[in-house]
């Protein structure tokens, strides 16, 4: 059944709601680019916007960022698509922010200003993210052009901390469930008789895993310097990660066992090493004008070491198995990145009518060095481990240079026109150029990697804002944002060339950039004192999307191509409060709600290889418009309570559901058999005593009932029993999925040393 919005019906809906004056608290402050800027006042902007608080993240941990998000925030739902925690598919309105290459990526990310999706590919790496550094946490939705490439569906802007902000000294340390343990020490403050502050952090954890073979450890590090100056202040920081992750993702359902925790072939590593310089000024001109700036450079050095099993076959179209060899699949992945932005802010009148005006430019080129190679015919063990014991069966499969350049200037201007009518319009200019080099093949090869290509596109905004009463705001707007594709797509875009992910790549036709165009109508505000809510409604294409498409699910190959259209309609509707309304005898209470609705549709024909897929006619399935988008449940619930027993101690509780979604592999929604990963609830815990004036015990418990559950899934094709490295003699074709972690907890104490 098709999805329709009616826009024009929400806003008549929300202008007719009661707009009764009420006592409102705080006004939240939004600032509209992604560098520092004039805040302005949230209930005005034409558009979702969500703030996050430090606080909020500090009483639920979590092992990264999208942990939080996926439990708390409106609109986000998760793909464990690496089978680790610190490697998630974070999805919001059907948009991925994830870290495993391939996927087609829709967010952006910013840390103080520095835009963190990786310029190899556009992932993201959530692991080299300090969550205990962050001070706070912006998610504006919508195809917002403001915050540049990649904001198709929305952006992410982080904020960390400064001895301004955190002057104390905080050491603490983490034991629990699947021998995970963790230490953090924070120290920040301000220099005496100075006007110079620092902060510090330093996190080391180490787990190994609820799945078989699957540890982690992890050591980031945040360091800052900032100095206050007559009407300015400049920082200096640093951010450094060395992360090795095991993350053992699908394996098809009969291989996991009571507990869920076996796995297909192993080993498969990733280590992360990453480093980033940020220089940031903030300068006050006059009362009413701000100019910011940064000064940054990145350098992330990716390592990946794959264990995969290649299927012999003896008749392939019967699916009979010959034998099975080992292959150990590694990659190397060196990026550095350099980059400057400025941005000013007006907030002076015009023409009598109360005005803010954002202008910036932000300029950044990166070095690329990509190396991949295979070993072949190795053995495989009991344990379906890939033992390299074979040395001499090497290739090089890709050997690659490139630079890519990026230039963005933009624009975002909103005038009142009176108390009540706030009309806001935006200009962004993006241009992206990619150039790649053929290290191993040359520049002549019939499937070379050499290539340049650029893009370049002007995207809108435009909104307008009814604000009749400080407690009610409606609005309306119209936006358009573009993705470029990347080295790694660009390589891999031929279908006569079809490579692996992480990716093995070959040839380089041409491909358009994607552009998203969402419309979106939505309302907020209070009902008491203690009651708010909002409901918004969106509407959005991907105008030639970008995907990587399937060729073989034996071997996983495919390459990207632009597919047309793809569209994502959707509802997003969120309560708040403190107490029980007019039980005073619960005023410890604080509570939230939500529930999201996104219907994440292919707009265009399309014709795939997928020979698992039942409905195969040959080796290729029909996908039509409206067939739904993979792994994106349609339906989203949270509830979030939280009890403050007394000024000691406090008790938290998630419970968090997801609706069914579609397999990759099933995007017709035709297969006959296991082509869907089921829905599923799961309620989490959380809680903190103070046992002395600088000692605190917490706790935290996820999937308390110990459900079942996946988080999304793909038909494949395997050729293993189950038993060991026993292999079939006719191969199963069917559904691979990836398992949720069982119940488990961790208990936390912390000292206060300052």
Not at 281 to 289: G, K, R
Not at 412 to 417: E, H, K
Not at 466 to 472: A, G, I, Q, R, W
């Amino acid at each position: 059944m098709k999805y329709k919005l009616s826009l024009i019906g929400l806003v008549g809906i929300a202008i007719a709601a009661n707009a009764e004056d009420l006592q409102t608290g705080k006004i939240n402050v939004f600032s509209p680019g992604p560098l520092p800027s004039i805040g302005i006042n949230q209930n005005i902007i034409p558009g979702f916007v969500q703030v996050i608080k430090s606080q909020d993240i500090s009483e639920q941990p979590g092992v990264s960022l999208s942990d939080y998000l996926v439990n708390n925030t409106q609109g986000f739902s998760i793909t464990e698509v690496g089978g680790n925690p610190w490697q998630p598919d974070l999805q919001f309105r059907g948009y991925s922010a994830g870290s495993i290459a391939g996927n087609p990526i829709g967010l952006s990310v910013y840390v103080d200003g520095v835009r963190e999706n990786q310029p190899f590919s556009d992932v993201m790496l959530w692991d080299t993210v300090p969550m205990w550094a962050m001070s706070g946490t912006q998610v504006v939705a919508g195809s917002n052009p403001i915050y540049g490439l990649n904001t198709l569906g929305g952006a992410l802007a982080l904020q960390t901390k400064n001895g301004k902000l955190f002057n104390k000294g905080t050491i603490s340390a983490t034991a629990g469930s699947w021998d995970r343990s963790s230490g953090l020490i924070e120290y920040g403050g301000v220099l005496e008789d100075s006007n110079i502050d620092y902060y510090f952090g330093y996190n080391h954890t180490s787990e190994n895993g609820w799945r078989d073979y699957s540890p982690s450890h992890l050591n980031q590090a945040f360091a800052k310097l900032g100095k206050d100056y007559e009407n300015g202040r400049v920082e200096l920081s640093y951010t450094g990660a060395h992360n090795n992750l095991i993350g053992n993702g699908l394996v098809p359902g009969f291989m996991l066992g009571a507990d869920n925790s076996d796995v297909n072939t192993v080993p498969d590593l990733t280590e992360n090493r990453y480093h980033k310089l940020n220089l940031g000024v903030t300068q006050y001109i006059d009362e009413t004008t701000m100019f910011s700036a940064n000064a940054y450079y990145v350098s992330s050095n990716r390592y990946t070491l794959n264990g995969d099993a290649e299927i012999n076959w003896l008749d392939e179209d019967a699916g009979t198995i010959d034998e099975i060899e080992g292959e150990l699949n590694h990659t190397k992945t060196k990026q550095d990145k350099y980059g400057v932005s400025g941005q000013f802010t007006f907030s002076d009148d015009l023409f009598g009518k109360k005005n803010h005006l954002v202008v910036g430019s932000v300029l950044e080129t990166s070095l690329i060095s990509f190396n991949q190679g295979t070993y072949e015919e190795l053995d495989i063990l009991e344990n379906r481990k890939i033992t390299l014991n074979n040395t001499d069966n090497h290739a090089t499969t890709t050997d690659l240079s490139g630079r890519t350049k990026t230039f963005g200037v933009y624009a975002v201007d909103t005038l009142s026109l009176n108390d009540q009518w706030h009309v806001t319009g935006g200009l962004r200019y993006n241009y992206t150029q990619v150039d790649n080099s053929d290290r191993l093949n040359g520049d002549s090869a019939a499937a070379t990697l050499t290539a340049k290509q650029g893009w370049g596109r002007i995207n809108p905004t435009i909104g307008v804002t009814y604000k009749p009463s400080d407690n009610y705001s409606t609005y309306v707007n119209y936006s358009e944002s573009n993705r470029a594709p990347t080295s790694i797509e660009l390589g891999c875009s031929n279908p006569a060339y079809p490579c692996t992910l992480p990716t093995q790549m070959a040839d380089d036709p041409p491909l358009r950039d994607v552009v998203a165009k969402t419309y979106e109508v939505g309302a907020r505000g209070s009902l008491s004192n203690e009651l708010t809510w909002n409901i918004s409604m969106y509407h959005s294409y991907n105008h030639d999307d970008l995907q990587f498409v399937s060729t073989s699910a034996t071997n996983g190959m495919g390459y990207f191509d632009n597919v047309g259209r793809t569209r994502r309609d959707g509802i997003d509707v969120g309560l708040a409060g403190k107490g029980l309304f007019s039980l005073t005898d619960v005023s410890g209470l604080s509570w939230n709600a939500s529930y999201g609705f996104v219907h994440a549709t292919f707009d265009s024909d399309l014709e795939m290889a997928q020979e698992v897929n039942t409905s195969a006619v040959g080796d290729n399935i029909n996908i039509k418009k409206g067939d739904l988008l993979t792994n994106i449940p349609m339906h989203r619930l949270k509830l979030r309570l939280n009890y403050e027993v007394n000024d000691k101690f406090r008790v938290g509780t998630n419970l968090v559901g997801f609706s069914k979604s579609y397999m990759l592999g099933n995007e017709n929604q035709k297969h006959d058999g296991d082509g869907d990963t089921p829905g599923y609830l799961i309620l989490n815990m959380d809680a903190n005593y103070k046992i002395a004036p600088k000692w605190n015990l917490a706790f935290k418990a996820i999937n308390v009932l110990d459900n079942d559950y996946y988080t999304g899934g793909r038909l494949v094709q395997n050729g293993f029993t189950g038993s060991g490295n026993e292999e079939r003699a006719v191969a199963y074709s069917g559904s691979a999925v990836l398992p949720g972690a069982p119940r488990a907890g961790w208990v936390t104490l912390s000292y206060d040393f300052k």
